[in-house]
């Protein structure tokens, strides 16, 4: 097949770029030919003989808006001159103006736009005013991008009930969660000193964006004032963050170790030993079945979308991410037992080994294999 992906990276480094990186690695590794239609793309990528590159560059433009208005209408002109010569073309929500066969749905905008930790819910500022044209655009434009494909990916059930919500029909709808790399994350010794982190305590890690209230870190430093004995990892960038404030004045900066944007993260979750992610509103969350893979046992949130992959046996899926005496009893229990967490963390694995990068992927060649049908195989490859 000739296979079009439409996307702003093709990285390792990114979520939704991550997912099209090991699609497009799994599309040339059969013998496809793959065309990446971003802005960024990974180096071997860039070499592969059988992968050609369609840059637009838009970095240059001084906000998202205008960089994502501006890819979309650059991506349209080039599909609409060489559409033709492609089998199938993958979009990622809206991104391009041009019809897709196979769009994936990452978020959705209208489910985030009512969530009561959208950035206008929170600053009656400029830059809460833009957060919200930002979304309410999107929310339409993806709507629009959504209804006009062939087949929908949902990431997760969570992403197939709001697509639902705006007007889908659940028969375009597939759903295939996110993948992981088992070999990078796996279950293995780690020097806490080397890292940074203390020896000899139970130590929690939490991932993500610690800016803004949705990673929901405010209501896990309350929860850790119940839990004297747990020690707390936070991988996050602390510039212009209210937490380690927040961490001093509940008298838990002790035992909260901030460690900044991290690249290490694989090192990290072997150090730890649970791994708690109550995010207030998340499509999926791929830290959550990096630390499965890793063998950590999670606490998350029916709020996120990973949480469905989380069962009694290998952690606790909490029904309000608010709740700090229910967050507060499951890490104590955590905390206090380790023979509890070995066996919850084996099954954390046993769980994600079902989750590959390389099982879906081969999905999604499944679902290109079935678009293509109905256009014609044997067209010209671009050159």
Known sequence: MNIGIVTHKVVKGDGQGRVNYEIAQAALQQGHRVVLIASQIAPELDSHPFASWVPIPVVRWPTGLLRNQIFAWRSFRWLRRHSYQLDVVHANGFITWATSDVNAAHFVHSSWLRSPVHTIRLRQDLYGVYQWLYTALNARLERRSYRRAKVVVAVSEKIRNELMEIGISDKHIHVIPNGVDLEEFSPGPAKREELGLPEEVPLALFVGDIKTPRKNLDTILHALVEVPELHLAVVGSTE????????????????????????????LMQAADVFVFPSRYEPFGLVVLEAMA???????????????????????????????SALAAALKRLARYPESRKRMGEEARAVVEQYSWQQASERYLRLYEEAANHKGLNKGFLT
Do not use: K
């Open 294 to 324: 890793s063998g950590l046992p999670v606490i998350t949130a029916t709020t996120a979308g990973a949480a469905g992959l989380v069962s009694a046996e290998c952690g606790t899926v909490m029904d309000d991410p608010n709740d700090v």
């Open 240 to 267: 212009g963050s209210p937490y380690p404030q927040l961490a001093e004045r509940l008298l838990v900066a002790p035992r909260v170790h901030f460690l900044g944007y991290r690249q290490d993260m694989s090192r």
